[in-house]
C-alpha cells in the first residue's frame, strides 16, 4: 500500500525535478525513489487485511511479488542510463511515467475490487501508450504506439464488457462474489460464463497470449528498447497475477469450465511463440516472440492452482525479468554501439564477436539465453520445472510434454546470439557505463544464484 | 461503503426488462467491435473503441438500476474519467503520426516487419 503513494509522490517529484535539475543526474533520482518505494513496502510486512474500504488487498505474498515489480523497474532503470543523452529525449518524463506506470502495476497485483483492477489496467497501460511513442520523429515507434494504443484500448474493452457481466450476475464487483453464484440456475450462470470469457479474453489480449499476441512483435520492435524491457517484465508480472488473483478467488469453482479453453491457449501460444521466434532475425521480434511463449508457461500456474502456484509464479516472474532484462541490457548497449543507416541496428549479426569486444557482456548474455531457455543450473530451469510440475499435478500431461518439445525448439534460436558473440571479428572494443555493468552483473549472478539454490526465494511465498 | 439508499427497482425501469437493455448494450457493443476490425482511419477506429466502453456504461447502469446497487453507476463514472484520458493519449499519438507522414490511415503503417 505504501509504495503505491511514494510513487504517486515521487512521479509528480520527479517531473519538478526535470525543470531544475541536468538531464544526467535525473537518473540517480530516480534509482533513489525507487529505492524509497522498495523499504516502504516493508512497512505492510506482516500486517495483512484489506484496505482502503476493501479494496486492495495487502499480505506477505502479495508485497513479495510488488518487489519482484519494483526490483524489475529498478533494473530496467539501471539499463537505461546514458540512454537519453541526446537532445530529443525527455528523462524526467520518462521516469515519471515509468513511476506511475509502476502504480498501476502494484494496484493490479493487490485489487480486491474490479474496480482497482481496472483503475490499475489503465494506469500501467495509458503509461505504456505514452512511452512507446516516446520516439517522436521515429516512424516505428510512431505506428508501434498507435498500434499498441488501438489494441491496448480494444482489450480494455472488452475487459470491461466482462466487468459489466460480471456485475450483472453477482450484484457486487467484489472479487470473492463470484463465489455467490456458484450454484444459481443456468440463467443466472449465463452472465457470469460471459464475464469470465471477456475478462480472460480481454487480461489474455495484454499478457499477449495466443491468438491475442499479433500486435506484441511489431509492439516490441517499435518502441524504444528500455520500454520495451519495461513492457516484456513489469506489465506481464502484473497481468499474469492480475489473472491469478481471478482465477483463484472469483473463478475458482468454474475451473472445470475454463481450465480446458485456457490450456489450449497455453499450447498455442508455446507453439505459435517458440516456432515463429526461429524465423526472426531482429533481436527484439526475437525476444517478443519469446515473450509470448513464456507467457504461456506462466499461464500454466492458473491451470496448477495449487497451495504452491502462487510461489511458482513468483519465482518464474523474477527469473524471466532478470533474463529478459540483462538480454535487452546487453542489446542495448550493443546496438547504440553498432549504427546502420543513422539508426541502431536491431539484427541479430550485431552480436558478431562480442566475445572479443567485451567478454563480460558475452557472458552475460549466455547466462541470459540459457535462463531463458530453461538450461539446468539457471533460475529458468527451476522456474519451468516448477509450472510444469503444478499443471502436471492436475493431470494434464499432454501440455508438459508440449512445454519440454518446445523448450527443445527455443533452444534453436535463444543459441543464435550465443553463436554470433563468439565469432571472429576486428571491430573494436565496447565501453558500457558503469551503472549498466553492474545492473548486469546483478542480473546474471541472481540468475544463477536462484538456479543453484531456488529455495532461498521459493521458501519466501 | 454504499449503502442502498432505495429498496425497489423505479417503476419507470419495471415497464421494461432488463433483457432489452443487454440487448441493445450487446448490440452497441458488437457495432464498436466490428468496426476496430473493418475500419481503417485512426479516428473511426477510435470511435468505434468509444462506442464500445459507453455500451459497457449503458449495460452498468442498467444491472445497476435493476439491482438497486449504487456500484455500477459510481463504476461508470470511472469508465468515463479513464476513457477521457485515454482520448487525450491517443489523440496525441494520431497528431504524432499525422505530423510525420501526414495521413492517418493506418493501413500503410507496416514499416514493422520482421
Known sequence: MYPIIVFSVSGLLMLFLGLSVNKKSLLPYNLLFMLVGLASNFLDWNAPGLYFNGMLEISNPIILVQWVLIFAAILVSGISSRQFDDTHAYPAEYYAIMQFALVGALIMVSFQNLLMLFVGLEILSVGLYVLTGSDKRNLRGNEAAIKYFLMGSFATGIFLFGVAMFYGATGSFDISSGNSVANNLLEGKMFFWLGMVFIFIGLLFKISAAPFHFWT??????APTVFSAFMATIVKTAV??????????????EYENWSKFLVII???????????????????????????SQAGFMLLSLIGLGAQSYGNLGFYSLSYALATISAFG???????????EGRPSENINVFDGL????????IILLISMLSLAGIPLTSGFWSKFFVLNDAAAKGYFWILILGVLMSAVSLYYYFNPIRASFKKTDLGKIEISSLSKYTLYVCA???????????ILRSLF | MFESSIDRIPDVFMKVPLVNFVLLATMLFVIGIVGVLIRKNAIIIFMSIELMLNAVNMLLIAFSSYKSDPNGQIFVFFIMAVAAAEVAVGLAIIVMIFRNIKTIDISILNKLRG
Not at chain 1, 355 to 362: E, H, I, K, Q, T
Open chain 1, 330 to 340: 546487453v542489446f542495448l548497449v550493443i546496438s547504440s554501439n553498432t549504427i546502420v
Open chain 1, 445 to 455: 549472478a541472481l540468475t544463477i544464484l536462484f538456479g543453484i539454490a531456488p529455495n
Open chain 1, 240 to 253: 499474469i497475477f492480475a489473472l491469478f488473483r481471478l482465477a483463484a478467488y472469483s473463478f475458482n469453482l
Open chain 1, 355 to 362: 566475445f572479443s569486444r567485451n567478454p563480460d557482456l558475452a
Open chain 1, 217 to 222: 512483435a511489431d509492439v516490441y520492435q517499435g
Open chain 1, 266 to 292: 497455453i499450447g498455442l501460444s508455446m507453439v505459435i511463440g517458440n516456432v515463429t521466434a526461429v524465423f526472426q532475425t531482429n533481436f527484439k521480434r526475437v525476444l517478443a516472440f519469446s515473450s509470448i
